[in-house]
């Protein structure tokens, strides 16, 4: 059985949470918006990492990495993309079995043409409402199950206004 963790729209932040919530596994796959080389030194400290660019993934290090691409995860066929909107420039390639995107930090489980499709949300900075999540995948063979993580973080604190 492989043990992949799946993230995107890091942000420059890696979260100690992040760190103890994906230990343990083979493989990370990051869906961009990872936003600094460091970022992705610090989280092949977990395990090997695929990654893609996201749209706010600028300079030589972020030219580096594909706008999308195929992770191969023993017989699951996996297809990377930072933004769901660029499926329709960026299609998965025949033989896809899962597509994993980013970009909106909405953790979200669906489907694209009949293929499966993931949004891990986000374990950087708190947007809005949203949960600071990421997702782990368990693959055996060609069968892939999907486990999402709300990260246990604390809430923002509200900025209270001057009297």
Same mark, same amino acid.
């Given at each position: 059985?492989?043990?992949?963790?799946?993230?995107?729209?890091?942000?420059?932040?890696?979260?100690?949470? *992040?760190?103890?919530?994906?230990?343990?596994?083979?493989?990370?796959?990051?869906?961009?918006?990872?936003?600094?080389?460091?970022?992705?030194?610090? #989280?092949? !400290?977990?395990?090997?990492?695929?990654?893609?660019? &996201?749209?706010?993934?600028? &300079?030589?290090?972020?030219?580096?990495?594909?706008?999308?691409? !195929?992770?191969?995860?023993?017989?699951?066929?996996?297809?990377?993309?930072?933004?769901?909107?660029? #499926?329709?420039?960026?299609?998965?390639?025949?033989? !896809?079995? *899962?597509?994993?995107?980013?970009?909106?930090?909405?953790?979200?489980?669906?489907?694209?043409?009949?293929?499966?499709?993931?949004?891990?949300?986000?374990?950087?900075?708190?947007?809005?409402?949203?949960?600071?999540?990421?997702?782990? #995948? !368990?693959?055996?063979?060609?069968?892939? &199950?999907?486990?999402?993580?709300?990260?246990?973080?604390?809430?923002?604190?509200?900025?209270? &206004?001057?009297?």
């Amino acid at each position: 059985m492989l043990r992949v963790g799946v993230v995107a729209d890091t942000h420059d932040l890696v979260r100690p949470e *992040l760190i103890e919530a994906l230990a343990g596994v083979d493989r990370l796959l990051h869906a961009g918006d990872v936003c600094s080389a460091a970022t992705l030194e610090a #989280l092949a !400290t977990i395990a090997p990492v695929t990654a893609v660019r &996201g749209n706010n993934d600028r &300079g030589a290090w972020a030219e580096a990495l594909p706008e999308a691409c !195929t992770a191969q995860l023993e017989d699951v066929r996996v297809w990377l993309c930072h933004d769901r909107a660029d #499926l329709a420039r960026l299609p998965p390639p025949p033989g !896809t079995d *899962l597509i994993v995107v980013g970009h909106s930090h909405r953790p979200l489980e669906d489907l694209h043409d009949g293929i499966p499709l993931l949004n891990p949300g986000s374990p950087g900075r708190r947007r809005f409402s949203l949960p600071v999540a990421c997702a782990r #995948l !368990t693959v055996e063979g060609a069968r892939f &199950g999907i486990e999402p993580i709300e990260l246990d973080v604390a809430p923002p604190q509200r900025r209270r &206004g001057r009297a």
